[in-house]
């Protein structure tokens, strides 16, 4: 898989590729597509995720901007598909949700598949979120630079 690029952010990024062997975006062509994001603040231990879902969920939120940003990525902007996973799957993480979508993409809707699971990666954990983002002036961008790496 030497062809493609594999990012980590600083912080939690770099601690879970280090801890659990998977990064957290990859770039394929004009696209970034992240692992699941949860609402751990970026700098500091993994678990440190807030008790309430609205403040988990803008975090998670947070995180998936930085990650893709990481990336070479413009961002939300970017976005077109969403999956986030929920425990539990209610009228509050539903609300946590569209508040962050018109707050992140206020001039588009994505694609969005939410699901109910009963446990996701950490005990403290009500929300991850995936996303796969569209970023063709980053494409360009990265394969000019790998070609100036092999000059």
């Known amino acids: 898989m030497s062809h493609l ?8 990024g770099e601690q879970n ?15 970034i597509e992240i692992s699941g994001q949860g609402g751990w603040k970026s700098e500091g231990p993994v678990n ?10 803008d975090q998670a939120f947070a995180n998936v901007d930085l990650c ?14 969403v999956n986030s996973y929920h425990v539990p799957l209610g009228d509050e993480a539903f609300g ?16 969005w598949t939410t699901v109910g699971v009963p446990k996701l990666g950490l005990d403290n954990m009500h929300v991850e979120i995936e996303v ?9 961008k990265a394969s000019e630079e790998e070609g100036s790496k092999k000059a």
């Open 96 to 111: 946590a949700m569209v508040r962050n979508f018109r707050k992140w993409m206020p001039d588009h809707q994505p694609l």
């Open 48 to 57: 440190a995720i807030s008790t309430d879902l609205d403040e988990e969920v």
């Open 68 to 81: 893709l940003r990481h990336a070479g990525g413009q961002g939300w902007s970017q976005v077109f598909r």
């Open 5 to 12: 690029r594999f990012y980590n952010y600083p912080g939690v």
């Open 17 to 31: 590729n280090e801890t659990y062997a998977y990064s957290q975006a990859v770039r394929i062509g004009d696209r």
């Open 132 to 140: 796969v983002a569209h970023d063709p002036e980053g494409a360009k």
